[in-house]
């Protein structure tokens, strides 16, 4: 295992005979060790394109099976049971079955859609009938338009009803209320008919009007059980309709786990056919393999295809490191450290693979910022439950806690008390001064480290002058600790022309290599590079000072915790603990997660952005996994 590389590749040529090639696919895929090559061959695909009909045909029939699976809810197993080819004739068969099973799964999807619309909207007349409910009349009669009766239900601030019921008796106009709450009322309003007189009285008193359903058309409580009828005779449907759903479950589970299998076994083929080489019956296949594993892969070829398979590996060119994928193999507790690498990006072949670095430098800021033994416990206990629903994350939590931990004995603080442990080292909030002094000092010796990284990636990539001479080479790194030495020089009062020398020298040299690197008039060069040089300056300037960041939060978890007491101290005894206790749960969630996130910031902008290129793209062999079955783009 290489700790802080790719593992070394080798590019793979396959020679065997046109009617070997699918099961060949089959084995590579089991292997679980051959990715595909991604270089296009569309000048020289298979003539008949058979090949693209394959795939075509494999896509179609695994969209049929993703939906019946996921409608019945129908776990694929992880393994295929026997390794054997899948022909176009056997893919045709499955996709037949599988058009008939979800034309069945389809029709009974859309009877529950159509039994849940039923519920909704017999729900929704429920709500409306709770507007009605205290009328004691059949409610067909305010359905009616009377000839000579105006009548009107509706809904009122509670303070316009005495003047509207003042000013409607005026009109000839009688306004019951016959339900109340809390700052409006269900009103009834009734009448000779004049012409909508009231029209604007109601208005001025936002009357909201409510219309009687066509549904209800007799008592409110008749309207209710009638109701509670059909919901009982929809939910009985529904029911039935569950277990109808169980059945058919039961009914194509077998079905549908061995269609899962022919199409795990379809699918290396369905990939490999349109990238194959082809000449008469000469099949030429191509792809990425661990160095480790090419013999591996060759004695499985050998052990179940009948006629010679020629098989011709070889290291990557130059010009081919950017196309070759990259094999992180990193212990699984490094996992999820690795997958906030791959975030921002992964590391090309020939690339440091910063997941180690990452990981340390990772839970270390987090533990200089939030240092607490009881919130760092608590991280800690966290990871243990976490690990029963998510055990891929529980080591990322696992080892921020113990360094929260950590920090929390040299800082002695436990809970936010910062005096019930003595201190192995130092409190931040008494020693602020020696706290950013040391956050400069971390910012300093990671970005110098960092740009070490930066050189030797570069000179891993053979690009020897930007190694030497650009911001992120030798000549930054030497302009940075120049830099660095003026800074400690000045705080001692002998800054000299020697330091000022030794900062101007690389800033000249890196003014000269970026005048070369440009192009245009002499005009355009001189400022692109004048410009350039500028941002070095400023972007070493400001990557250290960012680092302040890690002393400040270190300050802010002990600021808090002083505001936590004194708030705690005003209250009575019950009130002081629950101050403590929720006080300490908001510290632990709310700004744990701002720390998290603040290291993340520096690892990446700070961090990254210095040497990281993340060009790359992972290795992702073939698999022959039921589960792990996707929609496949062919071209």
Not at 97 to 109: A, D, F, G, P, T
Not at 303 to 319: L, S, T
Not at 376 to 386: H, L, N
């Amino acid at each position: 295992m290489s700790l802080f590389h790719s593992e070394t590749m080798r590019y793979i040529s396959l020679f065997m005979r046109f009617d070997d090639a699918p099961m060949a696919s089959v084995i590579l895929a089991e292997s679980g060790f051959f990715d595909p090559s991604r270089a296009s061959y569309a000048d020289e695909r298979l003539p008949d394109r058979q090949g693209i009909a394959y795939g075509r045909i494999f896509n179609n029939t695994l969209s049929q099976w993703e939906k019946i699976s996921h409608y019945l809810a129908i776990e694929p197993v992880k393994k295929v049971n026997k390794l054997m080819t899948v022909n176009k004739h056997r893919l045709l068969t499955v996709e037949s079955r599988l058009n008939e099973i979800w034309k069945i799964c389809s029709e009974h999807k859309e009877n529950k859609r159509f039994l849940e619309e039923q519920l909704n909207s017999l729900m929704h007349l429920f709500s409306l009938l709770n507007h009605f409910k205290d009328l004691d009349i059949d409610l067909s009669m305010l359905q009616q338009d009377f000839k000579f009766l105006d009548v009107r239900l509706g809904i009122i601030p509670l303070s316009y009803i005495s003047r509207l019921k003042d000013a409607l008796g005026i009109e000839g106009y009688y306004l019951s209320v016959y339900v109340q709450e809390k700052d409006s009322a269900h009103v009834i309003i009734a009448g000779i008919k004049k012409n909508n007189a009231i029209q604007a009285l109601l208005d001025s008193a936002s009357f909201q009007s409510l219309d009687v359903p066509g549904e209800f058309h007799q008592h409110p409580k008749i309207v209710c059980s009638t109701l509670d009828e059909k919901k009982k005779n929809i939910l009985e449907k529904i029911s039935i309709h569950e277990f109808e759903w169980s059945l058919l479950q039961q009914r194509f589970k077998q079905e549908i786990m061995d269609s899962g299998d022919s199409l795990a076994l379809a699918k290396p083929y369905a990939i490999l056919s349109g990238k194959m080489l082809r000449k008469g019956q000469l099949i030429e296949i191509n792809g990425w393999a661990p160095l480790s594993k090419v013999s591996l892969i060759g004695d499985m070829l050998d052990k179940h295809i009948v006629n010679p398979v020629i098989i011709e590996a070889r290291a990557p060119e130059p010009e081919e490191h950017a196309k070759t994928p990259s094999y992180l193999l990193r212990p699984q507790w490094l996992q999820p450290f690795l997958k906030l690498v791959i975030n921002y990006g992964a590391p090309g072949y020939r690339e440091f693979d910063p997941s180690w670095f990452f990981t340390l430098s990772y839970v270390l800021m987090f533990g200089l910022m939030f240092g607490d033994v009881g919130h760092g416990a608590c991280i800690v206990g966290m990871s243990w439950f976490i690990n029963k629903k998510w055990p891929e994350y529980a080591s990322f939590f696992m080892a921020i806690g113990l360094s929260s931990m950590l920090f929390g004995f040299i800082y002695g603080s436990v809970f936010s008390y910062e005096h019930i442990l003595p201190g192995l080292w130092l409190s931040p909030m008494e020693h602020p001064m020696l706290m950013l002094k040391l956050a400069l000092l971390l910012g300093a010796c990671f970005i110098v480290l960092l740009n070490i990284i930066s050189i030797y990636n570069q000179l891993k990539n053979s690009l020897l002058k930007a190694a030497i001479f650009n911001s992120r080479g030798i000549t930054g790194l030497l302009f940075y600790m120049a830099l660095l030495w003026s800074i400690f020089e000045l705080s001692r009062e002998q800054f000299s022309s020697l330091n000022l020398l030794s900062m101007i020298i690389p800033l000249i040299v890196m003014f000269i290599y970026q005048w070369m690197k440009s192009s245009g008039s002499s005009a355009e060069r001189f400022l692109v590079s004048l410009f350039e040089t500028y941002d070095v300056i400023i972007a070493y300037f400001s990557n250290t000072i960012s680092f302040l960041r890690v002393a400040a939060f270190a300050l802010n978890h002990s600021a808090l915790a002083i505001a936590l007491f004194t708030l705690a101290a005003t209250a009575n005894e019950a009130g002081h603990w629950a101050v403590i206790i929720i006080g300490n749960l908001f510290i632990l969630l709310l700004e744990g997660a701002i720390v998290a996130i603040q290291v993340l910031r520096l690892e990446y902008y700070e961090g990254f952005s210095r040497f990281f290129t993340a060009d790359g793209y992972l290795f992702k062999p073939m698999q022959l996994s039921p589960q792990k079955l996707k929609i496949t783009e062919l071209n």
